[in-house]
């Protein structure tokens, strides 16, 4: 372990319009070290490393490889300097073959043709270097998510990089991919690289990184040996202090009996391979649950499989209709479920139309006279409504979606749904990208849904946001729930049990 | 009395109205829709000559104004305009678009002028009367002729029929003037081969159906205008020879294009019946003066459609405006 | 979550084998049901007859693999042939200078297209869709839609052929061969898949997306050139009618012969190779067989069905590989 960093960015400073993104945010990294990088989502690690890829560009702060200062204002610039980034969304040719892929930023060539022997010599080599034995004249796109990720990282290998980045490059691997991940960037430890490992996984740092940088709102609050703290610790430091929490709705209850409405949805025993296990959990008229966890503890995945998005491999769900407990399927489920996705601009408006459009999507059957067409009035009056109820601020409702703030996007999304009359709600992290004030609206609405009789499911990264609005909480992690806590919980408690021990897994995929 | 008072005043106004006929001046506003090719330069002339030849006997004097769009419907639109401005008796067309057109016909209509379409009928609005080439006619005759000179030979006829594209109302007449006059005459045709009116196809298929048919000895084409691609097949498959040679292939064409007319000369051609210029610009004049008189100019349903003349490689040195021989 | 699941035996075969089969099925047809279709001379004649198909193909299959479309090359092929005969016909100029006025012609008006698709950002199909209509204009002009000749030693190379084999089809083997070398071989062509896949990676990788996107319209442009040179040395004359549909015929042989339409996907040489022959084959075929002209665009268009429906079987099952990414 060298005493001096062999990289260091310092008093790193970006912001778009309206929002700083890296505030003096500083990073060190080590030959031969794996230095992990971690925080919530939206704390600012991916737009560092981007800052370090060479993909954004810093508006204060330096950067310095070996002692030396380097200015990395492209990706070609940042390759010059020795600093290959492995994205999450990996950037390979799906068409073309390994080798090809390997050499896709500078094929080979000998008297104006491709030198095929030599990229496939090349190739193999450092398949080999990565333990792998991939044929070199094999699409891409028949890979599994682990080999691509091999030939991706080949490809950065080529060049003999002196900083590897690693974004998130566990998500789309089987455990025994995971393995060979490691034992590569062992191997990368070994050449001496200076490897980041950004990763929302606490037990993998422990695991393969030799120190870790904690950021969180856009500034590095901590940086340490990994063999120095624990993993309450890291967590601690990624959440920050939640203090002063302005709580809505009604005051939480002591214990966590689910007890008070009646029954609207009662789930037994789901599971799906790999992802959930045995999953429990009732919800009763009027409440507001908080399903609490990290990310990748399958906080998402259970939503999707309890409407049907994704297939379950067993477990038994039962519907309150008439007063009476029925069974019912996911996909039948759906029916009666509003969903409010995580990626609002993804998956949750379609940008270019109208609010108006937007809103009666869901509801459009509701709107048609006997020849089955839209009645103007109908929709005017239910769109009106909406907006005015959600108090959805813009021109008016014919205006595009993708041209209203964050804050009111997220009501479209809510208005939409609120629209089918749903009983139950899906709030899959609602706050995320939103400011205070716009936060504080969603949340109100939620809690306005709840007092009506309606039964809100919410899953938020800001424990804050959870707790000013759950009655009680669901723990889950790695796809069961852990536990079952009552809404007055509190957030060093609720901490604390998202942290446990990573010896206890679940898994032996 | 009444009646005999009536048939006075009837027998002066006609007698001062048959007067205003005689010495009647009327101006014709000619919109062409482009003047590049000879064919228009040879219309134009004819109907600049026809309009003395029958004007005088019916004591007309026809004046001219002539103007050009290059190929924009929206130029025509505005020359057409124009002329209606300036109060021509009568406009003519050419319609570069037969879906625009209409708009000028309703102008004119507007303005109280008739609207006599050329060559190119208009798909909208109807107009006063049209005037254009008889496409069946043009078959008919000709494979009729063409009977008649395979029997004089002693040849039985054993025909590949080349097609135009079948979306082209002329190419649908003539294939159908064809067949007619080919079963009356004792022809067969053996093959039709669609071409589309495309000279690669004319030239493939040609090709093709000499393979496929090594019986045929004849051939009729729905227009000579890519003669050369039917030369071409020819001479692939060593058949091309003029009359009174033995490998001669006995050959019917529409249109005399000026592509065709050496080939005539030289016998390759047996026989064609034109796309006959100076006929329509004749029709054109008598549909006008008609018109111009009040009288009704007797047009079929599709037009009043002039017909081609029939020219063999005997005639076609003497024959009389022939625009595909004269006009270069 | 998939749709109705055709014959398992139809589906698995097509799937599988693809086309080829449908296409040897449907040459096993015709040389059965007609004499002489299997005959050397024949299947001489279709590759020559395939020849200019196969040039603006292969150069259009290039194009498509970048993920772009051109539709102009007809009015490409059109417009630099006219340039060649026009400038031979009026200005003396010899047959070879004449050629590579007509090939430098087709690269420019291709830099045309590709400044348009590159510089401005315009959709490659809406970009080409405007060059077509404005480069055809232009000839049209130029032409006075009317037949361009060529002179008579010229047109005679329109037969020419060493040996067996006509000089056409070695020209066309020639370009196929190469721009499949370029294609697999060289780093223009290799880029031109990574464009193809995705330009955002491609960029990423430090392709310089723009400048390929633009000389793959040049080196277009100067083949539909030379496909259109061919084509009016086979027919011995250019004519209105040169290259229109030929996008869509440069297209349909692309698409038929398994490349597809997203771009970064196919082998040149087969493809191209196999949809030219295939179109070809029915074309030729349905001649032979005398069929009713009416169901040629019936058969054709069949044939692209069952092309495309096999295509898309294929893609189906290659979809069911890919991994889905977890959530996180």
């Known amino acids: 372990m060298t005493a001096e960093p062999f990289l260091r960015m310092d008093g790193v400073s970006k912001r778009y319009p309206g929002v700083v993104v890296l505030h003096e945010a500083s990073l060190e990294a080590y030959r031969g070290e794996a230095m992990a990088l971690m925080g919530a989502n939206g704390a600012g690690k991916s737009t560092l490393m981007n800052v370090l890829g060479g993909l954004a560009t810093k508006e204060s702060g330096a950067i310095f490889i070996d002692g030396q200062p380097v200015s990395l204002r492209s990706p070609r610039e940042a390759a010059a300097n020795g600093v290959a980034f492995v994205h999450q969304e990996l950037s390979l040719l799906p068409t073309m073959t390994v080798a090809e892929n390997v050499h896709a930023d500078e094929f080979p060539v000998r008297g104006g043709l491709l030198a095929p022997e030599i990229m496939r010599r090349r190739t193999t080599e450092l398949l080999a270097r990565l333990g792998s034995k991939l044929p070199t004249d094999i699409r891409v796109e028949n890979l599994s998510a682990g080999d691509r990720q091999i030939v991706e990282i080949a490809r950065a290998l080529r060049r003999r990089p002196r900083v590897v980045i690693f974004d998130e490059p566990t998500s789309s691997l089987t455990a025994w991919e995971k393995t060979r991940l490691f034992e590569v960037i062992a191997g990368l430890k070994r050449d001496r690289a200076a490897i980041i490992y950004i990763t929302h996984f606490i037990d993998e740092i422990f695991a393969t990184c030799e120190r870790v940088t904690v950021m969180r709102n856009g500034r590095t609050v901590a940086s340490a040996a990994t063999d120095t703290v624990t993993s309450r610790d890291v967590v601690h430091l990624m959440l920050g202090e939640t203090d002063n929490i302005v709580r809505l709705g009604k005051t939480p209850a002591g214990d966590a009996a689910d007890d008070g409405g009646d029954v609207v949805l009662q789930v037994k025993d789901l599971s799906r391979a790999n992802v959930l296990k045995n999953v429990d959990l009732t919800l009763r008229t009027g409440e507001i649950v908080g399903l609490w966890g990290l990310l990748g503890s399958g906080r998402t995945e259970l939503l999707r499989a309890l409407i049907g998005l994704d297939a379950i491999d067993q477990g038994e769900l039962c519907w309150s209709r008439n007063g009476e407990l029925l069974s019912i399927t996911p996909r039948e489920l759906r029916r009666f479920v509003g969903f409010v996705t995580e990626d609002r601009r993804g998956d949750g408006l379609f940008l270019p139309l109208s609010v108006e459009t937007n809103i009666a999507l869901p509801s459009l059957p509701a709107l048609t006279n006997w020849l089955r067409l839209i009645v103007g009035k109908k929709l005017a009056r239910l769109v009106h409504g909406m907006m005015e109820r959600l108090r959805i601020k813009g021109s008016g409702p014919k205006q595009p979606v993708g041209t209203l703030s964050g804050g009111n996007q997220q009501k479209v999304v809510l208005a939409r749904w609120l629209a089918t009359n749903p009983r139950l709600l899906f709030l899959d992290e609602p706050t995320r990208g939103l400011d205070v004030s716009a936060k504080t609206e969603i949340l109100k609405l939620a809690v306005e849904f709840a007092l009506a009789g309606g039964t809100i499911l919410i899953v938020s990264s800001a424990l804050e946001d959870l707790m000013r609005v759950s009655d009680r909480y669901l723990v889950i992690s790695r796809g069961s729930i852990v536990a079952k806590l009552p809404g007055a919980t509190t957030a060093d408690e609720l901490k604390h049990a998202v942290s446990d021990d990573s010896s206890r897994s679940e898994f032996r995929p | 009395m009444h009646l005999q008072k009536k048939l006075v005043v009837a027998f002066l106004l006609s007698a001062i109205l048959g007067g205003e006929a005689a010495a009647k001046d009327i101006t014709i506003g000619f919109s062409w829709n482009q003047k590049e090719s000879s064919l228009e330069t040879a219309w134009e002339d004819y109907l600049k000559s026809e309009a003395k030849a029958q004007g005088e006997p019916a004591g007309v004097t026809i004046k001219w104004i002539f103007n050009v769009a290059n190929g924009d419907p929206a130029r025509q639109a505005a020359n057409i305009e124009d002329l209606i401005n300036k109060g021509v008796d009568i406009v003519m067309a050419r319609a570069e678009d037969s879906a625009a057109i209409s708009a000028s016909i309703k102008a004119a209509k507007a303005a109280n002028i008739p609207f006599i379409t050329f060559d190119r009928a208009s798909t909208g609005a109807k107009p006063t009367a049209h005037v254009g080439g008889d496409s069946y006619d043009q078959a008919f005759v000709a494979g009729a002729a063409f009977a008649e000179l395979l029997k004089s030979k002693g040849v039985t006829g054993k025909c590949i029929e080349l097609q135009g594209a079948l979306t082209d109302v002329n190419a649908v007449n003539r294939s159908k003037g064809w067949n007619e006059a080919a079963s009356k005459g004792g022809i067969m045709t053996v093959i039709q081969v669609p071409t589309e009116w495309n000279p690669e196809l004319f030239r493939s298929g040609l090709t093709n159906a000499l393979k496929a048919k090594p019986e045929a000895n004849c051939v009729f084409a729905a227009s000579d205008f890519a003669y050369t691609a039917i030369q071409a097949a020819l001479e692939g498959a060593g058949r091309y020879a003029p009359t009174g040679d033995a490998k001669h292939v006995w050959l019917a064409t529409n249109d005399l294009l000026p592509a065709a007319v050496k080939p005539m000369e030289e016998g390759y051609i047996d026989v064609s019946d034109t796309w006959d210029a100076y006929r329509q610009a004749k029709e054109a004049i008598r549909v006008a003066i008609a018109v111009a008189k009040g009288e009704d100019p007797k047009c079929a349903a599709d037009g009043c459609l002039a017909k081609g003349r029939l020219v063999t490689p005997q005639t076609i040195g003497t024959i009389d405006n022939l625009w595909s021989r004269d006009y270069k | 979550m998939n749709p109705a699941k055709?014959?398992?035996?139809?589906?698995?075969?097509?799937?599988?084998?693809?086309?080829?089969?449908?296409?040897?099925?449907?040459?096993?047809?015709?040389?059965?049901?007609?004499?002489?279709?299997?005959?050397?001379?024949?299947?001489?004649?279709?590759?020559?007859?395939?020849?200019?198909?196969?040039?603006?193909?292969?150069?259009?299959?290039?194009?498509?693999?970048?993920?772009?479309?051109?539709?102009?090359?007809?009015?490409?092929?059109?417009?630099?042939?006219?340039?060649?005969?026009?400038?031979?016909?009026?200005?003396?100029?010899?047959?070879?200078?004449?050629?590579?006025?007509?090939?430098?012609?087709?690269?420019?008006?291709?830099?045309?297209?590709?400044?348009?698709?590159?510089?401005?950002?315009?959709?490659?199909?809406?970009?080409?869709?405007?060059?077509?209509?404005?480069?055809?204009?232009?000839?049209?002009?130029?032409?006075?839609?009317?037949?361009?000749?060529?002179?008579?030693?010229?047109?005679?190379?329109?037969?020419?052929?060493?040996?067996?084999?006509?000089?056409?089809?070695?020209?066309?083997?020639?370009?196929?061969?190469?721009?499949?070398?370029?294609?697999?071989?060289?780093?223009?062509g290799r880029q031109i898949m990574a464009v193809g896949n995705s330009e955002a990676v491609a960029s990423?990788?430090?392709?310089?997306?723009?400048?390929?996107?633009?000389?793959?319209?040049?080196?277009?442009?100067?083949?539909?050139?030379?496909?259109?040179?061919?084509?009016?040395?086979?027919?011995?004359?250019?004519?209105?009618?040169?290259?229109?549909?030929?996008?869509?015929?440069?297209?349909?042989?692309?698409?038929?012969?398994?490349?597809?339409?997203?771009?970064?996907?196919?082998?040149?040489?087969?493809?191209?190779?196999?949809?030219?022959?295939?179109?070809?084959?029915?074309?030729?075929?349905?001649?032979?067989?005398?069929?009713?002209?009416?169901?040629?665009?019936?058969?054709?268009?069949?044939?692209?069905?069952?092309?495309?429906?096999?295509?898309?079987?294929?893609?189906?099952?290659?979809?069911?590989?890919?991994n889905v990414l977890m959530r996180g």
């Not at chain 3, 080196?219 to 250019?238: D, E, K, R, W």
């Open chain 3, 6 to 188: 055709p014959p398992l035996i139809v589906s698995a075969v097509l799937s599988r084998y693809g086309f080829p089969i449908v296409l040897a099925s449907v040459f096993v047809f015709f040389s059965v049901a007609t004499r002489s279709f299997l005959t050397l001379a024949n299947l001489d004649d279709m590759a020559h007859d395939m020849s200019p198909l196969i040039v603006i193909s292969a150069a259009e299959a290039l194009v498509v693999m970048s993920g772009k479309l051109d539709i102009s090359v007809g009015s490409v092929a059109f417009l630099s042939a006219s340039l060649a005969s026009l400038a031979m016909r009026d200005y003396g100029v010899d047959p070879i200078a004449a050629l590579l006025i007509a090939l430098a012609a087709g690269g420019l008006l291709g830099a045309v297209n590709g400044a348009i698709v590159v510089a401005l950002r315009v959709n490659a199909l809406i970009a080409t869709l405007g060059t077509m209509i404005m480069f055809r204009g232009v000839a049209l002009e130029l032409t006075d839609a009317g037949l361009v000749p060529l002179p008579e030693k010229v047109r005679l190379l329109g037969n020419l052929s060493i040996g067996p084999l006509f000089v056409d089809i070695v020209v066309a083997a020639v370009v196929l061969i190469t721009l499949d070398v370029v294609h697999r071989r060289t780093r223009f």
């Open chain 3, 204 to 322: 990423d990788l430090g392709i310089p997306v723009r400048s390929v996107i633009f000389r793959n319209f040049v080196l277009c442009g100067a083949l539909a050139a030379l496909g259109g040179v061919l084509t009016t040395l086979q027919v011995g004359a250019v004519t209105a009618y040169l290259g229109s549909g030929l996008e869509f015929n440069a297209v349909a042989v692309v698409v038929v012969g398994g490349i597809s339409l997203f771009g970064g996907r196919g082998n040149l040489l087969y493809s191209v190779a196999l949809g030219a022959l295939t179109f070809e084959t029915i074309r030729t075929g349905l001649n032979y067989y005398g069929a009713n002209p009416y169901s040629y665009r019936l058969v054709g268009g069949a044939v692209i069905f069952i092309a495309m429906y096999a295509d898309a079987l294929k893609r189906g099952r290659l979809g069911q590989n890919r």
